[in-house]
């Protein structure tokens, strides 16, 4: 899903989006959505929310995540893939944001 420019800097102005760093990869600029977001922008919201879910599906048909998709609110694990090198170097950009997103929910959790 692709952001313009000038959507983004709406989101940050109103707080639904706040700065997070930069890609040190490609130099991307990294953004981190608030609470916010759902509130006021709920379908920018709701297509963040499918896109998340389209990689979390990629992730574990690929290994890297263990879940039961036919659960109403599976529990998500990590497999030893997300933590093998060799194997994350097969992952694309996207695949790997989106699982280090979620190793750091799950590093929060502790």
Do not use: C
């Not at 313009?4 to 490609?26: K, N, P, T, V």
């Amino acid at each position: 899903m692709s952001i313009s420019e000038d959507m983004m800097e709406q989101l940050i102005l109103d707080g639904s989006a706040e700065f997070a760093g930069i890609d040190i990869e490609s130099g991307d600029m990294l953004y981190n959505f608030t609470s916010k977001l759902q509130k006021l922008h709920p379908e920018i919201s709701n297509e963040l929310e499918k896109y998340f879910h389209s990689y979390i599906m990629k992730l574990w048909e690929k290994g890297f995540l263990e879940m039961d998709i036919l659960d109403s609110d599976p529990t998500v694990k990590l497999t030893d893939l997300s933590y093998d090198e060799a194997a994350l170097s097969s992952l694309d950009t996207i695949e790997r944001r989106t699982l280090q997103a979620v190793i750091e929910k799950f590093d929060s959790m502790e």
